[in-house]
């Protein structure tokens, strides 16, 4: 995992760029942490078979950053290494490996942290996810 003290938000979403609040919580209260997961490797699966792409994690679809602190309080983690590997085992549920979500960076922002999760595109095979 990779950290920096800066990085360009992009300004909105884009077929490239995809913003989520959370790997755990959904802005849809009817919907639950496991939909919210599927959704993300949902996006994850989308941007291998087009151009790749990269999904935030802690930054509202208008571009503001909210943070993943209370991912970590709900999960009851300690750091955003054991975020990082939670995302990945996560996404093995749908994915044959974590190739979708192998390039974890994380990035300081003031006082709250986001996850960048950058997705290759795949080019010897169309991915699918299994349910």
Same mark, same amino acid.
């Given at each position: ?40 490797? &949902?996006?994850?699966? $989308?941007?291998?078979? #087009? ?10 679809? +208008?571009?503001? /950053? ?25 996404? &093995?549920?749908?994915? $044959?490996?974590?190739? #979708? ?10 006082? +709250?942290?986001? /996850? ?16």
């Amino acid at each position: 995992m990779e950290s920096t003290e800066s990085f360009n938000l992009p300004k909105c979403e884009s077929q490239q760029v995809e913003f989520k609040t959370s790997f755990v919580f959904s802005n849809d209260r009817k919907r639950t942490m496991k939909d919210q997961q599927y959704n993300i490797c &949902r996006a994850a699966c $989308s941007f291998m078979n #087009a151009e790749g792409g990269t999904i935030y994690l802690g930054i509202k679809d +208008d571009g503001t /950053v909210v943070g993943l602190k209370n991912d970590l309080q709900k999960m009851k983690m300690s750091s955003l290494d054991e975020y990082s590997r939670y995302i990945r085992q996560a996404s &093995r549920k749908y994915f $044959s490996d974590d190739y #979708a979500v192998s390039l974890i960076r994380t990035f300081p922002d003031h006082s +709250d942290t986001i /996850v960048i999760i950058e997705v290759e595109q795949s080019v010897d095979r169309v991915m699918a996810m299994s349910d």
